[in-house]
């Protein structure tokens, strides 16, 4: 087991938090790599990037936004190069589903002269209750771009287990991991189980693309990250990833969490209630969704 310093780039995040504590749990020095970190990690000025990394065994990648987005790459092939300088051993890079530049990015770090892992997911649960979704949830209309697609919704907690594992176990050193749940979802089907868990009534309709792109817009979301939404929407949730894989499975020996799990889970918290004002978390202004 990896006994040094792990760090965890984007470790304020859906993911990063929950690696975070279940390698504290297992005593395992961490360090946070986030903009409000100490020292600060900012994916944006490199010159953050020596002091975080200086001393790491191991190194999780969440890149934010996205690995999609332009410059993802460059910054993963800087950042695995700074890594393969410093001594760091392993590498776990988390990634999208379906994407082409995602892909990329995996094979950057393949490439690395450095110890691998992959962790390539799907739509993250956890999006219905700490991120963009939550305020439509709460105000009981959901207005999507996603057909009658299939979305295998992945928990978070699982895609913890796994890099957590990877960042501290020999034996996934070159595995990819494709992360899912144990069965498809469609968002509306989605919306539905969680109307019936927070005992809600909420109003799900299927939009266009540029529907969904006013909408955004009208509520002052930042032009680039309504360009990642419409983006993951006309591609990447065009049913290319409409099957599941069996990464959880293969990487801990047990089933994935499934959906109705997490949603239960979730609506136990309050989160959906009416009245509620939870928003993604105190971390939201530091990092992405990973």
Not at 78 to 96: D, K, W
Request: net charge negative; aromatic share 8%.
């Amino acid at each position: 087991m990896i006994e040094s310093t792990i760090v965890l780039l984007g470790g304020t995040g859906k993911t990063g938090r929950r690696i975070a504590q279940r390698l504290q749990a297992l005593g395992v020095p961490v360090r946070i790599g986030s903009r409000c970190g100490e020292p600060p990690f900012d994916w944006q000025s490199p010159a953050t990037w020596p002091a975080v990394l200086e001393g790491a065994s191991s190194v999780y990648i969440a890149y934010s936004p996205d690995l999609a987005v332009p410059g993802a790459a460059e910054a993963i092939h800087s950042v695995a190069e700074l890594c393969r300088r410093e001594g760091v051993q392993r590498l776990v890079l988390i990634a999208g589903r379906g994407e082409p530049e995602a892909e990329r990015c995996e094979r950057i770090v393949r490439d690395a002269g450095i110890e691998w892992t992959v962790l390539r997911v799907s739509w993250f649960a956890q999006n219905f209750s700490e991120d963009h979704l939550l305020d439509p949830i709460l105000a009981g209309r959901v207005e999507l771009p996603a057909g009658t697609v299939g979305e295998p919704f992945v928990d978070a907690e699982d895609i913890a287990d796994v890099a957590a594992a990877a960042l501290t176990e020999e034996r996934h050193g070159g595995q990819l991991y494709e992360l899912t749940g144990p069965r498809l979802w469609t968002f509306a089907d989605a919306i539905s189980e969680i109307a019936r868990a927070s005992g809600r009534t909420i109003h799900y309709r299927d939009v266009s693309v540029e529907e969904y792109a006013a909408s955004l817009e009208h509520a002052q979301i930042p032009p680039e990250y309504i360009s990642l939404l419409t983006y993951v929407f006309r591609e990447v949730l065009d049913g290319r990833n409409a099957w599941v894989a069996d990464g959880v499975t293969r990487a801990l020996g047990r089933p994935p969490r499934d959906f109705t799990g997490y949603v239960r889970r979730t609506a136990a918290t309050g989160v959906w209630d009416l009245g509620c004002e939870a928003a993604a978390g105190d971390d939201a202004a530091c990092e992405s969704a990973a």
